[in-house]
């Protein structure tokens, strides 16, 4: 008998009396081998549930067909014992006493293989008939066609007794009725796969773990994107066969699964620990009890904040407050843009400094006077450094942070060609304001040493400050980047340039700094040297760029300067 449960309305009831006894039996086991509960909260006029989301979903269906917990307790249900579900036997008995017929019936609901095992007759529409081998592969069929539309399929029985016997755990769950089959689904959110896309682009590959049947599994991977739709050959793996492989055997898999069905919460961990055996950084998450140990042994272990459990919390090394997959997702972007940020702080502010040592070592080693005093460079540090440097902290994401391979944990912040950039961009620096500098004091003539220096200082601090632009990306194009995406960048050099003017032009600073004032030619052989840097390292960035797309055809991971 087919009836939709939807999340509003109710359900309709069916003219035939048997069709109706049946289904009054089916909502019995729904609310009654169930241990969550739903109330209507007057406060704030909404519905509140409490416990798992399946059993909430199976109560709520019993409410619907005013046949809820409370109408058999009602009636003179008593509760009397219970077998709790738990992962390897995929099933739940509870027992309860008929006081009107002083008869016992115990109830079950459970995975379909789990719970079939169990019954010897089924409920048919002429009343109960035996299981035979006809009747075993019209039921697997059934379960099966439903699991291949997405739901999650339970089986429920249940048997009824004399309140005289003994009750006997042992043969507590054989000799049950088949009663019927109940499907649910919970719909994947549009987001949860355009979230799954971003990770299939950003090289992370998501797995599923699930105690659903893996034609079920299947079809929600499907359409989730974690198995590809036309793919034909994508394995899911069931717990049993799991059992069957040692670690190596499951890491030798190739391609290694994305999707496992029926598992238990020693596979759980055996995946986790394949996984890192293999190299692979593993975020687990998970809201119950049996997800503890995966958590408790992966990379960072994530748990369900709304309906995770104290232990599965107390395991876990980041607690997802909204228990949604995107905010994981969202977290992964945010962490490469702030990783991407501390390194263009860090590079930025080496190259720059490394500069002015650059220039003041070589300008003393070819007889040239020192080009900057104490004062000069530490107002060049505070005012032209700094303020960049702090806005290339907070830069927006790169437009391609989610469309790369993640980074080798392994990897220093700095690697050797990130110094070795640092060096040569200082020292493109130095050598484009040094032949300001000695050009201007030994070619031109008629420059005061004042003048020159002021000359050189400008030409530096100008680059400097152009180069804050150049440093948003290593390898990306200046002239790709929208300026204003980064606006406080753009407020940090406006301000860094208005405090360089001051100190040129402002008698009060420029007498303590001990500059001069520059003409207009001066300004347009700082507007020259400013260009030519920008310029070489368009160029550095082009044959950087073909370096990585060379690289990066046979690593797994992000190949970075």
């Excluded at 069709?19 to 086991?29: G, K, N, P, Q, T």
């Excluded at 035996?130 to 697997?140: F, G, R, Y």
Aim: charged share 20%; with cysteine; aromatic share 8%.
């Amino acid at each position: 008998y087919q009836r939709r449960v939807r999340g509003t309305g109710s359900v309709s009831q069916t003219p035939n009396s048997k069709a109706a006894e049946d289904l009054s039996s089916i909502f019995m086991i729904c609310s009654l081998c169930n241990n969550s509960s739903i109330s209507f909260d007057p406060e704030c006029q909404q519905w509140k549930s409490r416990g798992d989301p399946t059993e909430v979903a199976l109560q709520v269906a019993a409410e619907k067909f005013k046949k809820g917990k409370s109408y058999w307790t009602d009636s003179g249900m008593s509760f009397v014992s219970e077998i709790p579900f738990d992962s390897d036997r995929k099933r739940m008995t509870v027992v309860y006493l008929k006081s009107s017929s002083s008869s016992r019936l115990t109830m079950m609901k459970g995975a379909p293989e789990a719970i079939f095992s169990c019954c010897t007759s089924v409920m048919g529409e002429d009343g109960r008939m035996p299981i035979n081998e006809s009747v075993m592969s019209t039921l697997e069929d059934q379960s099966m066609m439903m699991a291949t539309r997405g739901l999650r399929v339970l089986a429920l029985a249940m048997k009824e007794e004399s309140a005289n016997t003994v009750v006997d755990e042992s043969v507590m769950e054989t000799d049950l009725c088949l009663i019927g089959l109940v499907g649910l689904i919970d719909p994947p959110r549009e987001e949860v796969k355009k979230a799954i896309a971003k990770c299939n682009t950003a090289g992370i590959r998501v797995v599923m773990i699930t105690g659903d049947h893996p034609t079920t599994a299947a079809t929600i991977a499907r359409q989730l994107g974690i198995i590809i739709q036309d793919d034909l050959s994508a394995v899911v793996m069931k717990g049993v066969e799991l059992d069957a492989l040692s670690k190596q055997d499951l890491l030798n898999i190739k391609p290694f699964p994305n999707v496992f069905a029926r598992v238990s919460p020693a596979n759980k961990l055996k995946i986790v620990q394949v996984l890192k055996m293999g190299g692979d950084i593993v975020a687990m998450t998970g809201d119950g009890v049996n997800d503890a140990p995966a958590i408790k042994n992966a990379d960072v272990g994530i748990a369900m904040g709304i309906t995770g459990t104290d232990l599965t919390k107390g395991s876990a090394d980041i607690i997802l407050l909204d228990d949604n997959f995107v905010t994981i997702v969202s977290a992964i972007k945010e962490g490469r843009q702030t990783y991407d940020n501390i390194r263009k702080f860090i590079i930025y502010l080496l190259t720059c400094n490394s500069a002015e040592i650059f220039l003041m070592v070589i300008a003393i080693a070819i007889g040239l006077p020192i080009p900057f005093t104490s004062i000069m460079i530490l107002y060049a540090n505070i005012f032209a450094d700094v303020p960049p440097a702090l806005a290339l902290g907070i830069d927006p994401p790169e437009s391609k942070v989610m469309k790369r391979y993640p980074r080798d944990p392994t990897a220093n912040a700095l690697s050797i060609w990130s110094s070795l950039l640092i060096i040569f961009n200082g020292l493109c620096m130095t050598g484009l304001s040094l032949l300001v500098y000695s050009l201007s004091y030994w070619v031109e003539g008629g420059y005061s040493e004042g003048r020159a220096r002021s000359l050189v200082y400008a030409a530096l601090t100008c680059t400097q400050l152009t180069h804050s632009f150049v440093s948003r990306s290593l390898v990306e194009s200046t002239f790709r980047k929208d300026i204003f995406d980064n606006r406080w960048l753009v407020a940090a050099y406006v301000i860094s340039m208005i405090c360089l003017i001051g100190g040129l032009y402002l008698p009060e600073i420029n007498h303590i700094l001990e500059l001069e004032e520059l003409s207009g030619f001066d300004w347009l052989k700082v507007l020259a040297v400013v260009v030519s840097h920008v310029l070489i390292m368009e160029v550095e960035k082009f044959f950087l760029r073909l370096k990585i797309k060379y690289v990066q055809r046979s690593n797994k991971f992000f190949v970075d300067i």
